[in-house]
């Protein structure tokens, strides 16, 4: 599961076209709006989260390029949720950054944030699903 | 058996846990114990040791009993949340498999696939209190005409819910390691190309089977902890192999004994029944489970005593040799050189990584520690002992053991 916050601006030419109906059915993303400003027949802003498979994900971002909308990415952070995570170290295997690792001997799992890319590697690997991709809202 | 400086009995014991007077210690504190006092000293001061493990456990599952509706309906299928269910037992039995993905997973179609919810999900969704969706379907009999049920259940709506595992707990596990040129995706964690790493799944020294390596207490009727609740060993697991080739201590080179074991559901926890999904491989659930070995003279205080230092894991290549079933070890590494983060493989230094957790199972072995400290927990005494507990094989096998 990749998501992204996204800040999207359309031109009068696109902005009466049905264009997060297809996000949703045609690349099977799902979302959720933060702003919109619109006005029909004129430009219109919109900010909103995207979330889906990254394969999607990708093909999603290219037909809104293609439709002509501009698109912006802003930056997304990764947290671990302690609820769900077990403690076992197989996320260690993929950081690159040294942000997950073992302390020892208690063999516990640590979780730096400071030190996280939010590359995601970690993200589909850790069997408990405990890496969670969270949109950075101050960066809007 | 030989002559023993301290003979205690099961029931002996049993009275002392009764009264509160039991002694338990876990298999990492009696280490230190027996160094400080001797394995007879040792045994004649502690009661009993506990042991712990967590971690993914493919060859576990649900029997579920859902209830006759009105009309009553004998399913042929079953699905929960979209997972299929077995349903070949009689009307409204199902068996859910940890591993089975539901309808809707896109499996390996897009790789490494994700496998986000399947059978361990569910499991975990029960104990956690959550309702799931039945869909039950049926050709229709005269006895039950009902061709098709659909209802929201709670792990408590259902007649029966036992936790039935045909194989957890394995005695030692592999070290997985990747020769090939990429990456790939298997149950022991993503590999990465040329040994990029080393993963290995077993709490060494606090893993029950390495600390009765010849099952001399752990066997059929056997109470154990299991899933946060109590649980019994019913038989040995699938795959048991008492004959593998073993060290001077007794403990195999690779992985050889396996339980059974099953319990009540509605009495365990989702702290210790977590849904997994493992990347390019499958669903699966991570399992909590803890088994109590009693002191019952000085050769359990030995065995108990052993150290991440004399256990050894065999190093398997999964980039040929795993899925090509060559049998070939590449070596054996010590635990406590894969707690270290690092081994050497062929002059090449490679990170080691953990997949089950040592801090959940020193959670559960803590947890049982304290269930028979307070007389909450007796012993239960096997009707019947494992093979393997009165002879030693030596008979070297393939270490093809998923
Ligand atoms: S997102 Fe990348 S850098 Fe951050 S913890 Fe995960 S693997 Fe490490
Ligand atoms: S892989 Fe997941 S569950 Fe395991 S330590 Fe990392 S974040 Fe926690």
Redesign the interface.
Same mark, same amino acid.
Not at chain 1, 86 to 90: F, S
Not at chain 2, 353 to 360: A, F, I, Q
């Given at each position: 599961?990749h998501a992204e916050m996204l800040v999207l601006q359309f031109s009068r030419k696109v902005v009466d076209q049905p264009i997060i109906y297809r996000l949703v059915k045609d690349f099977n993303l799902e979302f959720n709006l933060l702003k919109a400003a619109i006005n029909p027949q004129q430009e219109g802003v919109i900010v909103m989260e995207l979330r889906g498979?990254p394969?999607d994900f990708r093909r999603g971002l290219k037909f809104l390029r293609d439709a002509g909308v501009q698109v912006k990415r802003v930056a997304g952070e990764v947290r671990r949720n302690d609820e769900l995570c077990?403690?076992?170290?197989?996320c260690?295997?993929?950081c690159p950054t040294g942000a997950l690792y073992?302390e020892?001997?208690?063999?516990?799992?640590a979780f730096a944030a400071e030190r996280c890319s939010a590359c995601e590697l970690c993200c589909?690997?850790c069997?408990?699903?405990a890496m969670e991709v969270k949109l950075n809202r101050n960066a809007i | 058996m030989g002559n023993y400086q301290v003979n205690k009995t099961y029931q002996e014991i049993n009275e002392k846990i009764k009264k509160g007077q039991a002694v338990v210690v876990t298999a990492e504190e009696i280490i230190d114990l027996v160094r400080r006092k001797g394995e007879a000293e040792a045994a004649r001061t502690v009661d009993v040791v506990t042991t712990g493990t967590? #971690? &993914?456990m493919c060859s576990s599952g649900a029997i579920l009993n859902f209830g006759h509706s009105k009309p009553p309906i004998k399913a042929s299928r079953a699905w929960l949340n979209n997972v299929p269910a077995y349903a070949g037992l009689a009307a409204v039995d199902v068996y859910l498999g940890a591993t089975e993905p539901a309808t809707d997973d896109p499996l390996n179609k897009?790789y490494?696939g994700?496998f986000?919810y399947g059978g361990g999900h569910v499991i975990q969704d029960l104990v956690a209190g959550k309702t799931v969706h039945l869909v039950a379907e049926s050709y229709g009999t005269d006895c039950y005409p009902n061709k098709k049920l659909e209802k929201d259940l709670t792990l408590k709506d259902f007649l029966n819910a036992v936790l039935f595992n045909p194989r957890n707990c394995y005695q030692n596990y592999n070290c997985a390691v990747n020769l090939s040129n990429r990456t790939i995706y298997t149950y022991m964690?993503?590999l990465?190309p040329r040994a990029g790493?080393a993963?290995f799944c077993t709490a060494g020294q606090l893993s029950p089977l390495f600390n009765d390596p010849y099952y001399r207490t752990i066997g059929i009727g056997t109470r154990i902890f299991l899933g946060g609740g109590v649980g019994y060993v019913c038989f040995p697991g699938t795959q048991h192999n008492p004959g593998k080739l073993r060290g001077e201590n007794g403990v195999p080179l690779s992985p050889a004994g396996t339980l059974m074991v099953l319990g009540d559901l509605k009495k365990m926890s989702p702290r210790f029944l977590?849904?997994? #999904?493992?990347?390019g491989y499958g669903c699966?659930l991570?399992v909590g489970l803890g088994i109590p070995i009693p002191m019952l003279n000085e050769e359990m205080a030995h065995f108990c005593a052993v150290t991440d230092e004399q256990l050894l894991a065999p190093i398997i290549d999964y980039g040929h040799d795993y899925p090509a079933a060559t049998g070939r070890v590449l070596g054996h590494v010590s635990y406590a050189q894969l707690?270290?983060?690092k081994m050497e493989l062929d002059g090449q230094e490679i &990170?080691t990584? &953990?997949?089950?957790?040592?801090?959940?199972a020193r959670e559960v072995a803590q947890i049982l520690k304290e269930w028979i400290t307070q007389g909450q927990f007796l012993l239960g005494e096997p009707v019947d002992l494992l093979p393997g507990s009165d002879e030693i094989h030596c008979v070297p096998t393939a270490s093809r053991d998923s």
């Open positions: 599961m498979h394969q077990y403690q076992c170290g197989a260690t295997a993929v073992i020892r001997p208690a063999m516990s799992v589909p690997v069997p408990a699903r | 967590f #971690s &993914p897009v490494p994700e986000k964690g993503p990465r790493n993963n977590v849904g997994a #999904s493992l990347l699966s991570a707690k270290t983060g &990170p990584v &953990p997949l089950s957790s040592l801090v959940r």
